[in-house]
């Protein structure tokens, strides 16, 4: 089991800036990849961003030049940097993290997900 803990989330003004922290209950170098998602009311949880163990990086199109994930395996972290943020950002957030298990299926881990909301 990975136990995911987020923090950072808040009420910000448009334009400004959150930084969301995200820490894992294990070594973050068992775990294949990690990511950030989120969700409003009443639509499907979407993917913002993601990294994989060797730093490669995934951005939803409306985030990409404002948001930068990064990991950081020394302290079971991953972390999601928000600029110039817009009303349409707000949503829960969610610290997702994907390993494989020893049969090599692969498994999903959610933290209790933090609130992000925009004001205009």
């Known amino acids: 089991q990975v136990q995911l803990v987020e923090s950072g989330g808040g009420l910000v003004q448009a334009g400004g800036s959150l930084s969301l922290s995200c820490v894992a209950s294990t070594s973050t170098t068992t775990i294949r990849s990690m990511g950030w998602y989120r969700q409003v009311p009443g639509k499907q949880r979407e993917l913002v961003a993601s990294i994989s163990r060797g730093g490669t990086t995934n951005y939803v199109d409306s985030v990409k030049g404002r948001f930068t994930i990064s990991r950081d395996d020394a302290k079971n972290t991953m972390s999601l940097q928000m600029n110039s943020m817009k009303p349409d950002d707000t949503a829960v957030y969610y610290c997702?993290?994907?390993?494989?298990?020893?049969?090599?299926?692969?498994?999903?881990?959610w933290g209790q997900g933090t609130q992000v909301t925009v004001s205009s």
């Open positions: 997702n993290a994907n390993r494989l298990l020893s049969n090599g299926s692969p498994v999903n881990y």
